[in-house]
Each structure stands twice: as structure tokens, then as C-alpha cells.
């Protein structure tokens, strides 16, 4: 059975950017470019890539059957007529090179689909000479071509821009509705998939990576002494772990905290692929550990609950919230750019010292 790759679905209500595209998809009339807009974890680049399929699909159904070669391989992001542009690694905004590039890319027909997408992520992020670059891109598409703009901030996009797209605002998709579909179509256990739901705030692909079932890396597969899982791939194991490694900083051998706290450091700054997830762990643990004292059915980590029970009855709710605080800026200074490695020791550091 193939995975269902499509949004989750909120009520009737919430799905207005849902419907506006399946309307499209009947009518088969493509517009130039649509716009979705909407905060992480709306469901955008999920929603794009079913219009794709949807609209290339060999069956001729107004849905994607995820089995044709097309569904596949716009599913493994293998199609040769699906192009991305995004962000470059460690910078700010995206240049007219890129959108050039992506011009060249689009001249000839497309290779094998019916309507090709260009997908352009964090285009709130490209500067005025690539906004100015694309207009005419999007005025007189090359034949079969669409584009699809993903953004936050439409006020960062030129009027012209903004007034040669079809706009579609996506809600976010409740934790609820993304615990349901983890279940239904990728066949996860109701625990794990409501811990991965809560713990991703409603990013399906966030959510996929700590069930292990999106590709990529997880944790680094560190071999120091006492580490017996390989995180890399394993994501669900990676979870305990942190968890585990944070209750150490707090009740574990006082001797031994800051070492522990170092070298807790430099294993989730290895890899940047781990920082995301790693982050969202942690982030459940410490809203966790506020929460507990106050309704203990309601934390993300209910296995771990023994243990909370255990920290509640050594450590000060003021400490809790202080923790929380510390780590809100942790997370916006790196999300600022700052060393992962230092700013990671700093927060860990202070945590043990209070």
C-alpha cells in the first residue's frame, strides 16, 4: 500500500486552500503561478507537490493514485520537470543566478510531464533583482510551466509579483489531525505518532523524521562509551536518548555534569541535520517539565512520566521556568547563526549551574 503523501485533512472549514486546488485540478486550467502562504508546517510543499501529481497523474483522476511512474517519482523528488529553487546552505536570501539558472532550465519543453513545476521556497527571500528576474518568468511562462511561490511574508514580494499569482492561505494542521494521518497512512502506533505530532508542532516532515520514515540522517552515530544506539538512523531511539541525557544534566552525579554537559553538546552539533529535530526533543522536555506539576496527563513524553514524577519532587517550578526561558534563547540565537557548539555549550552549562 503507498503512502499517502497528501496534507492531512482539518474540517471543512479549515480546507479552503485545499478546494480552490482541487477545483484547479478538475478544470485542468493551470494559473502562471500560485502563491500558498501560511507558517511552517501549514502543509505548503506537501500541498504543492500533490497539485503536481494530481495534475500529472497517468490515471486521469482528479487525485494522485501514487502508483503511476509519475507519482512516484515527483514522490521521491526524482522527476526531472519538478525544479526547486531554494535557499542556498548558510545564506540569506536567494539571487537572481538562481533564477536565471532555473530560466535556462525551463526553455525547452518539459521531458515527460504534462505541466512542469517550478517551486520556489522562502520566496519572501529573494532579493529584488530575482523578484524583478522572475516577473517576466511568470508573465510568459515557457509552455507547460507553473510556478508555485511558497512564503510567510508577502510583504517582502513586489506588488507585480503579488498580482500575477493565485493566492491560497494554509492554516496549520492541528496536532490532532497530523497524529491521525501518521496512523492512517503510515501505518505508525498512536503513541509514538501523537508524540511525533506534539513534538514536530504540526510539521509533517519533522514528524516523519522522528518516526523514521523520511529519509535522511538522525542523530550522529557517535561511538562514546555508554551510547549503544546508532541515532543516525534511528530517530525514536534518538528521542529516549535526549531525554535520557537532559535528566542526567539535572539528577545525575553532580562531579560529572559538566563533562556530560559538553559532550552532550558536541554530539547534537555533529551533524546539522540533527540540530532541527534535536531541538523539538528538547523543547517538549522542558515545556514537559513545566507542565507536569500542574496536569501530569498532559505532557508530550508520557513514557517518561516516572521520571518527571522523580525531578517534580527535587526541583523548584521557578528552575522550570527559567530552564524554558534559557532555552527560547537558545533557539533564537541560533536561528541568528550563532556557533551551534557554543551556544549549545552555553545553555547546557548555565542549565546545570542553576
Same mark, same amino acid.
Given at each position: 500500500?503507498?503512502?499517502?503523501?497528501? *496534507?492531512?485533512?482539518?474540517?471543512?472549514?479549515?480546507?479552503?486552500?485545499?478546494?480552490?486546488?482541487?477545483?484547479?485540478?478538475?478544470?485542468?486550467?493551470?494559473?502562471?503561478?500560485?502563491?500558498?502562504?501560511?507558517?511552517?508546517?501549514?502543509g505548503r510543499?506537501?500541498?504543492?507537490?500533490?497539485?503536481?501529481?494530481?495534475?500529472n497523474?497517468?490515471?486521469?483522476?482528479?487525485?494522485? @493514485?501514487?502508483?503511476?511512474?509519475?507519482?512516484?517519482? =515527483?514522490?521521491?523528488?526524482?522527476?526531472?520537470?519538478?525544479v526547486? &529553487?531554494?535557499?542556498?546552505?548558510?545564506?540569506?536570501?536567494?539571487? =537572481?543566478?538562481?533564477?536565471?539558472?532555473?530560466?535556462?532550465?525551463?526553455?525547452?519543453?518539459p521531458?515527460?510531464?504534462?505541466?512542469? *513545476? &517550478?517551486?520556489?521556497?522562502?520566496?519572501?527571500?529573494?532579493? /529584488?533583482?530575482?523578484?524583478?528576474? !522572475?516577473?517576466?518568468?511568470?508573465?510568459?511562462?515557457? +509552455?507547460?510551466?507553473?510556478?508555485?511561490?511558497?512564503?510567510?511574508?508577502?510583504?517582502?514580494?513586489?506588488?507585480?509579483?503579488?498580482?500575477?499569482?493565485?493566492?491560497?492561505?494554509?492554516?496549520? $494542521?492541528?496536532?490532532?489531525?497530523?497524529?491521525?494521518?501518521?496512523?492512517?497512512?503510515?501505518?505508525?502506533?498512536p503513541?509514538?505518532?501523537?508524540?511525533?505530532?506534539?513534538?514536530?508542532?504540526?510539521?509533517?516532515?519533522?514528524?516523519?523524521?522522528?518516526?523514521?520514515k523520511?529519509?535522511?540522517?538522525?542523530?550522529?552515530?557517535?561511538? /562514546?562509551?555508554?551510547?549503544?544506539?546508532?541515532?543516525r538512523?534511528?530517530?525514536?531511539?534518538?528521542?529516549?536518548w535526549? =531525554?535520557?541525557?537532559? @535528566?542526567?544534566? $539535572?539528577?545525575?552525579?553532580?562531579?560529572?555534569?559538566?563533562?556530560?554537559?559538553?559532550?552532550?553538546?558536541?554530539?547534537?552539533?555533529?551533524?546539522?541535520?540533527?540540530?532541527?529535530?534535536? !531541538?523539538? &526533543?528538547? +523543547?517538549?522536555?522542558f515545556?514537559?517539565?513545566?507542565?507536569?506539576?500542574?496536569?501530569?496527563?498532559?505532557?508530550?513524553?508520557?513514557?517518561?512520566?516516572?521520571?518527571?514524577?522523580? =525531578?517534580?519532587?527535587?526541583?523548584?517550578?521557578?528552575? @522550570?521556568? /527559567?530552564?524554558?526561558?534559557?532555552?527560547?534563547?537558545?533557539?533564537?540565537? !541560533?536561528?541568528?547563526?550563532?556557533? &551551534?557548539?557554543?551556544?549549545?555549550?552555553?545553555?547546557?552549562?548555565? *542549565?546545570?549551574?542553576?
Open positions: 500500500m503507498p503512502h499517502d503523501h497528501s *496534507m492531512p485533512r482539518e474540517k471543512a472549514d479549515d480546507r479552503a486552500a485545499i478546494s480552490e486546488l482541487e477545483q484547479i485540478i478538475g478544470t485542468r486550467k493551470i494559473p502562471n503561478g500560485l502563491l500558498f502562504t501560511g507558517n511552517p508546517g501549514a510543499e506537501q500541498a504543492a507537490h500533490m497539485f503536481a501529481k494530481a495534475v497523474c497517468t490515471s486521469d483522476s482528479h487525485v494522485p @493514485c501514487n502508483l503511476c511512474r509519475s507519482c512516484k517519482k =515527483i514522490d521521491a523528488r526524482m522527476h526531472p520537470d519538478m526547486h &529553487v531554494t535557499l542556498p546552505d548558510k545564506k540569506k536570501v536567494i539571487t =537572481i543566478s538562481q533564477i536565471r539558472e532555473m530560466e535556462a532550465l525551463t526553455l525547452a519543453r521531458n515527460e510531464a504534462r505541466f512542469r *513545476m &517550478v517551486l520556489i521556497s522562502h520566496a519572501d527571500h529573494m532579493n /529584488t533583482q530575482a523578484q524583478n528576474a !522572475l516577473l517576466k518568468a511568470l508573465e510568459e511562462p515557457a +509552455r507547460g510551466t507553473f510556478f508555485v511561490l511558497l512564503a510567510r511574508d508577502t510583504a517582502k514580494l513586489l506588488p507585480t509579483i503579488r498580482s500575477r499569482v493565485r493566492h491560497l492561505r494554509f492554516r496549520p $494542521i492541528t496536532g490532532t489531525a497530523l497524529a491521525d494521518h501518521l496512523c492512517r497512512s503510515f501505518a505508525a502506533d503513541q509514538s505518532a501523537r508524540i511525533a505530532a506534539a513534538t514536530a508542532g504540526a510539521d509533517l516532515n519533522l514528524a516523519l523524521t522522528l518516526l523514521n523520511a529519509d535522511g540522517p538522525g542523530l550522529p552515530d557517535d561511538k /562514546t562509551p555508554g551510547d549503544t544506539a546508532s541515532f538512523t534511528d530517530w525514536q531511539a534518538g528521542r529516549v535526549i =531525554i535520557q541525557q537532559l @535528566c542526567g544534566l $539535572i539528577s545525575g552525579p553532580a562531579a560529572a555534569r559538566v563533562q556530560n554537559a559538553l559532550s552532550f553538546s558536541r554530539q547534537i552539533s555533529l551533524d546539522p541535520d540533527t540540530i532541527v529535530p534535536g !531541538l523539538a &526533543v528538547m +523543547r517538549t522536555f515545556r514537559d517539565l513545566c507542565v507536569f506539576r500542574h496536569a501530569p496527563e498532559k505532557i508530550v513524553n508520557l513514557d517518561f512520566s516516572a521520571v518527571f514524577q522523580d =525531578i517534580d519532587r527535587q526541583t523548584k517550578e521557578e528552575h @522550570c521556568l /527559567t530552564w524554558m526561558t534559557a532555552f527560547h534563547e537558545t533557539e533564537q540565537r !541560533l536561528a541568528s547563526n550563532s556557533s &551551534v557548539r557554543m551556544t549549545l555549550d552555553r545553555f547546557f552549562l548555565h *542549565m546545570i549551574q542553576i
